[in-house]
Structure formats: C-alpha cells, structure tokens
C-alpha cells in the first residue's frame, strides 16, 4: 500500500472515530453485559463502561440486551478507560464528580427530602442542594407537597463553595426534553391529525393541553357540539384528552385544538334518535324573547317557540312559564337535517292550541266601538248643520 493510501485510510478513520470529552453526550450501543459493568460502543476504539445499576428497574432487572442503543454521558477518560454515566446517581460521589456535573451539564439524581423557603432541598449523591420553586417545573408550583419524597432529574445550574452550594433546576431537564420532542412533531404532525394529551391550563376562552413537547390550545367554541359556557364543565385540569389538530404555526408556535372534532357529531344520529312525534326529556338551556332552547342532549338542541307556550293563552316572554334549568318534557314538531334545527312542542300540546295559534280573533269590542263613535260624531255634525 502506497504513503498516500495508508494516509487516506487512517484520516476516514480518525473522522468516524471523534474524540470525546467530559459531558458528551453520545448514543451507545451496549457491547456486553457483565455483572455489574455494561460495555458501550460509542463509536471510538476504546470501549465505555457504564455501571449496571444504573440501568436496573425496581426489580433489579435490566431492561435492555446486548445491541440496544441507549443515551449517556461521558463522565470522565482516565488511562484509556471511559466510564459512562445516564445521570449521577442517588449514591454517594465526590464534590469533583458533581463539579464536573455542572460543567458538563450531566444531569443529577436527586431526592426532595423537604419544602424550605423559596423552594425544596435536594438530596444528590450525598450532598445538600436547593431548588427554587421556579426550577421545579414547566410550570408554577401550586402544591408543593406533591413533590416531597419525589425522586426526580435535575441540572446543577450553580456549584459554589466546594460544593457547599449547590443550585439545582428540574425545570432545565424537562425543557430539554420537550426541545427534543417537538423537533419530533415539527416532522410527524399534520394538521387533520388525531392526537392525545394532558389539559395544562384552564383560561375562560379555552384550555391549553400538552401534546408532548408543546402545547396547544382547544377555544371554547371547539370543546363540545353544544354550547359550553365555561371550561370547567367539560375538560378539567390534567385531563387525558383525545383532540384533533386543526392548525398549526410553527414559527409563532400557535396549535389550535378541537376536542368536539375527535368526537362523533350527534347530528348524525338525530334522524335515529328523535323520530317525529316522540317525546323526550329535556333541559332549557337558554330563553329568548322568540323562545326557548332545550337541550335533548350535549350537542343537539331544539327551539320551542314562544306561540307553543303559555296553554292556550299569550305570553311576551319565555319566562312567564320558564327558567333556565327547568326540566320538561317535550315533543320533537319538526327536524331539519341539513340546517341542523329541531322544533319542538310541549309533550301536551293540542289540536285546539294548533288552531288558536293560526286564527285569533281581534277583540270582541275593538271595531263596533270604534265604528259606534265614528258615527256618533257624523251624526252629531248633520243635527249641528240643520
């Protein structure tokens, strides 16, 4: 082999093989199990060793084979030998160790032991810190108590005093991760698409849900087929929500949500459901001054005009003989499908009220008297001329 070939084989060589340094993070592929060392492929001609026990679940098992690929950290590279790390555990370690931590940006294991002022203390490997409410969480700390005893991931964000002060920010693992996951979505997510997540926050104008990595938000108008007149009566904060992405932006990072859009519209079934003629069970939902609308159920509502109220006798408003609340029984009078209209009659209207309703008299009195004055008044202007 030529000076130049050897030359040009050893630098593609030395290009897959690139050099590592503390706080790397790399993806591994796990070379060998043996007891309690895990040797990792990272890509370079020394092989990594993790310590097992920090893949072992509860029940002291790994979850992984020989082959999968799992993410780490450099920790450090003394004499050849690279030892890995997934986060610094809940054991003991040195104040160098935690030190590197935070220049590396490695994230911690750490344990809330209690609620102290301005936030929580943390046990890590041994050592005391603090997190502020602020770094706790995406979002703001409502109850605290939920926290303590919670074993949780954190970032050393100051290290001061040899480790005597120790600042910690579970807020910056977690942000990490949405980061990576919405880089996720920025490629898999289309609008029309059906997704779950969790109900955030509650606002009068809707509710905002985490999709996994960014949140969007479901308007008041898409929470249900009927109308909603507030939040709370149909979703609830960290409700697990089906929705459907009805646009997205991602450069001003606005998603609008339909929570009523992943649901099946009960229209489709009214022609079922409510033949003509049957009576049902409803609620008013609101009154007009041409009426009341009654909800039959969420999403399907009728309108029973004010001509059909009142048993026989005129009324000027609904609520002569209605509330809103009331429950009443009522009968479907008419349905348009494609207008999405139901007319309804009380369970108890007749024919007589049918016909009074299209033919009522003037009052008895009203034209003779009129009539009986006019021709007084002629009357009394042909005596006055004579």
Known sequence: MSDEKFTDLFQAKAVTRPSLKPGDRVQAVIAAINGE???LDVGVKSEGI????????????IPHAVGDTIEV???????GEMVFTTKIGSGQASAEELENAFHAGIPVEGKVTGEVKGGFSVQVAGQRGFCPYSQMGIR?????ELYLEQTLSFKIIEFGNRGKNIILSARAILEEQRALEREKLVETLEEGMTVNGTVTSIRDFGAFVDIGGVDGLIPISELAWGQTD??????QLGQEV????????WESDKISLSLRAALANPWDEVGEKYPLGSTHLGRVSRLADFGAFITLEPGIDGLLHISK???GRRINHPREVLEA????????DAIDQDQQRISLVPADYTEKEQREERYTPPPADSTPKSMGTLGDLLKAQINKKK
């Open 230 to 235: 507030k939040v709370e009566d149909v979703v």
């Open 325 to 332: 609340g009331q429950e009443l029984t009522i009968k479907i």
């Open 309 to 311: 109220l009142g048993s």
């Open 37 to 39: 060392s895990i040797f």
């Open 242 to 249: 089906e929705v459907m992405v009805k646009r997205l932006d």
């Open 73 to 79: 950290f450099l920790l450090s590279a003394r004499g």
């Open 140 to 144: 703001r700390v409502d109850e605290p």
């Open 50 to 61: 993790l310590n097992s026990g920090e893949l072992r679940n509860d029940e002291g098992e």
